[in-house]
């Protein structure tokens, strides 16, 4: 199994604040990780370091055997420059809470974007590429609606189209059902799951307890900044060994 | 229970006073002024109109127009550069807006015009040359360069800069955070991100000072005046210079700002109506009743 993302003592700070306390963990190319835990545990900064939104302090971490954010020549490590960065970020999809889709430009034209001005494909197959994935998350009558004119559950789905469009090896999701009314959570979820179903590498940050334990290969439970357990979703879900998951699974399920 | 709808509602509508003390007030003082105004010898509606579109008066139009269109086309150009810069990374670029900002913000527009205009006693001769070294790049006398309606150009520009990029600094801030991160995890580089995503949102914050922008800068190039910049204001004080029709000239180029700055506001209406699409109703009514 090839490690497509692995995680060696990582810490984050934000000034005197510690976010992150050393998280170590590992997850294979073609596996779905749910990370899982209380608002403030750090999952979702450990996702954002996962394709350097934020700045890693201490620790190392790699993506598909890349070291994230620096190059190490010896025993030095070099940071890498914005377009390095940039070129990394192409490999990694990340869909965000809150959606995050640019409002001047239609679904279309969201997914478009990247594939046509990163990647530099010819905008007619740019524009196949595009129908064909708004059309897998099922969204193909909607392609020139502007994101305003959409529901919440449709702008997470073209969200989701536009990270795939760049053909990532690595799809992260942060909390990508936590803004959206109960009823248009179910449509974000299916596409996940069939996106899991066809072999893509996931990270989800989710509270959907639900889906951590049909779709996930692993779970993680994250509290105070430190990953309390591992597991497979029967033996964390079912069978937590730690008072601290067991408390919070009280809580939410 | 009945199945009827209800009648519509006939109630006597409330009667607005107020609305007509104030029209009675209005058109008082309008009488007034007017009356005022129209008793004066010296205002000659006759001469105005013989005037109005006299050839150095068109010509003078042509100049302000041209200032106007040159000034914010560098200004706004020089004011995107600005902003980029003071919200930069780079420590250097930064500062150096910063500066540029607080110098040109900061002096009044009058005394950098006449700077302008007589920049030749201060630098006779415009040199560049090779650092450290005696090889010119460029050298040229002063009032060889500033010829004809450059110094205004030159001054007006400059000082647009620091004001626009002020502006569109403004209106960058406005975009959402999430929108740079979400262009980021696509893999798009920081200037691809802002030609792309951050600047386009940022023109419905940006188009509404800046048509004001536009709007004032119509009217200040009637300071160039003071370094005879050939432009509107010029060529009436040229001519009531030399035949003393002080106020019939003034009043011709008072009707041609009001003119101009009336087609401009229309103009102002309808790209800040397509910039605000979909986010509010650009529809009448007033906050007061």
Known sequence: MTAMIR??????????????????????????????????????????????LETVTAGRLWVDGDLVGYR???????????????????????????????????????????????????????????????????????????????????????????????????????EPTSALDPELVGEVLDVMRDLAADGMTMMVVTHEMGFAREAADTVVFMDGGVVVETGTPEQVLGDPRHDRTRAFLAKVL | MTTDTPSPIKAVPVRHHGRWIAAVLVLLLAYQ?????????????????????????????????????????????????????????????????????WFFRGTPLLVQIVFFGFLGALLPRLTVTVPFTDIAIFDQPTNAVMVGIVPAVLALSLNEMAYAAEIVRGGILAVDKGQTEAAHALGMKPGLTMRRIILPQAMRVIAPPMGNEVITMLKSTALVSVIAGRDLMTAVQTVYAQNYKVIPLLAVAAIWYLALVSVLSVVQWFVERRFGRGHRATSGGGMFR
């Open chain 1, 7 to 52: 995680a060696e003592g990582v810490r984050k700070s934000f000034g005197q604040l510690e976010v992150l306390s050393g998280i170590d963990l590992q997850v294979n190319a073609g596996e779905v990780c749910c990370l899982l835990g209380p608002s403030g545990s750090g999952k979702s900064t450990f996702l954002r370091c996962v394709n350097h």
């Open chain 1, 72 to 174: 190490q020549r010896g025993d030095r490590l070099h940071e890498l420059r914005e377009r390095e960065v940039a070129e990394r970020r192409r490999d990694i999809g990340m869909v965000f809470q809150r959606f995050n889709l640019f409002p001047h430009l239609t679904a279309l034209g969201n997914v478009m974007e990247a594939p046509v001005h990163v990647l530099r494909e010819p905008k007619a197959a740019a524009r196949q590429r595009a129908l064909a994935l708004l059309d897998r998350v099922g969204l193909a009558d909607k392609a020139h609606a502007y994101p305003a004119m959409l529901s919440g559950g449709q702008q997470q789905r073209v969200a989701i189209a536009r990270a795939l469009a760049m053909r990532p090896k690595l799809m992260l999701f942060d």
């Open chain 2, 33 to 101: 002024i007017g009356s005022a105004l129209l008793s004066s010898p010296n205002l000659e509606p006759h001469t105005i109109g013989e005037y109005l579109f006299k050839d150095f008066v068109l010509e003078g139009v042509r100049t302000t127009l041209l200032l106007t269109a040159i000034a914010m086309l560098l200004g706004t150009a020089g004011g995107v550069l600005l902003a980029v810069m003071r919200l930069s990374a780079n420590p250097v670029l930064r500062v150096s807006a910063a500066v540029f900002v």
